[in-house]
């Protein structure tokens, strides 16, 4: 793995005016706090007590389309789509469908070969990909379904607690409960809280470490496992709304309230980019074979690609996408796009 970029300007599009950029510096009990910093690297540093509360963001509702969505749009399951997964050595398209709840599978490689079904116990609080397969944490019944892609069958497993997002790391699950809380669940099935999470709605792994993304407090926390306690937490905007690791071990993060894309280093633990993005960033998903972080604006119904490779984001496409772009994935061979529409108009394909 090549060494991550290193630039910390705040970087700024061509040609598009934006508002300027602002530090903003908090201090809470047992902070250590960094503040304007001349090199651009973060708003602040906070150790292990929460940040202040604010309320979380979310998607913009989606005007009506002006403009046809390029590619294919693929009439798939009924109702709108929550979250979208392609498993690339199968060319499997998972998308996740609420009402019913149910999954969708559907042949990339024959899109005319009809799609299968999975039922699901409630709806899908997102798609964790396992090798050949898919892990659906469901909220509204405390389980964990684990799919198969090439039998289409599902095994439930029992979580005792609700989650919307898991995550590994050694022999520990870290589960976002869909309160907002974190909890940590080991290999016996022992389920244990950490203290001090209000917003919590997705959990990733970055080599061994596992970092929480907080809509509430806006913010990126490291979860510390063996002490069960939040670790160190940087401020992420104003309206952090979905997270994304890349091949440097870095993680791109939409910032929605504000119309940014931020971009953090793991270690050392710091924002090294932020780059503004009209239009309401929402959903983000990463092609680490072509370095493009792929961007759903809410507020346009449009797909932008940025390429991430060097010291800040370089628009590279622009795509009018199905309206309401809630979610999107890439298949990491082909670099398709696949975008799903919470509206239920469908899931779009794109090949740049």
Do not use: K
């Amino acid at each position: 793995m090549r060494p991550a970029p290193t630039s910390t300007s705040l970087a700024r599009s061509t040609g598009t005016a934006t508002a300027p950029l602002r530090l903003v510096a908090v201090l809470t009990a047992g902070t250590a706090l960094l503040t304007g910093c001349s090199f651009g690297m973060a708003d602040e540093i906070v150790g292990e007590d929460p940040l202040p509360v604010s309320a979380a963001a979310g998607p913009a509702d989606s005007p009506e389309q002006a403009d046809a969505p390029a590619g294919e749009v693929l009439p798939l399951g009924r109702g709108g789509v929550t979250a979208v997964h392609v498993d690339a050595a199968s060319r499997t398209l998972v998308a996740a469908l609420a009402e019913p709840p149910h999954l969708v599978l559907a042949d990339l490689s024959d899109p005319q070969d009809p799609p299968r079904e999975v039922p699901l116990p409630g709806p899908a609080g997102s798609l964790e990909p396992t090798g050949g397969g898919v892990r659906v944490p469901v909220p509204d019944a405390d389980l964990l379904v684990e799919v198969d892609l090439e039998t289409a069958t599902a095994e439930e497993i029992d979580l005792g607690v609700a989650a919307v997002s898991i995550a590994e790391s050694a022999d520990t699950t870290v589960l976002a409960h869909a309160g907002g809380t974190v909890g940590l669940r080991d290999e016996a099935g022992d389920h244990r809280d950490v203290p001090g999470f209000t917003g919590v709605t997705d959990v990733l792994t970055v080599e061994e470490t596992v970092f929480a993304l907080d809509r509430v407090e806006s913010s990126l926390v490291q979860v510390n496992l063996p002490e069960t306690r939040r670790g160190l937490a940087l401020r992420a905007g104003e309206g952090a709304t979905n997270a994304v690791a890349d091949r440097f071990d870095r993680i791109i993060v939409t910032e929605t309230r504000s119309g940014e894309l931020l971009v953090f280093s793991t270690e050392p633990f710091l924002l090294r980019q932020r780059y503004p993005v009209p239009g309401g960033p929402y959903a983000v998903a990463y092609d680490e074979q072509r370095d493009l972080a792929w961007v759903t604006l809410t507020e346009t119904n449009e797909l932008v690609g940025y390429d991430v490779a060097g010291g800040e984001p370089v628009e590279s496409h622009r795509f009018p996408s199905v309206r309401q772009p809630n979610s999107v994935t890439v298949d990491q061979d082909t670099g398709a796009v696949v975008v799903g529409s919470a509206t239920g108009e469908g899931i779009q394909v794109v090949h740049p």
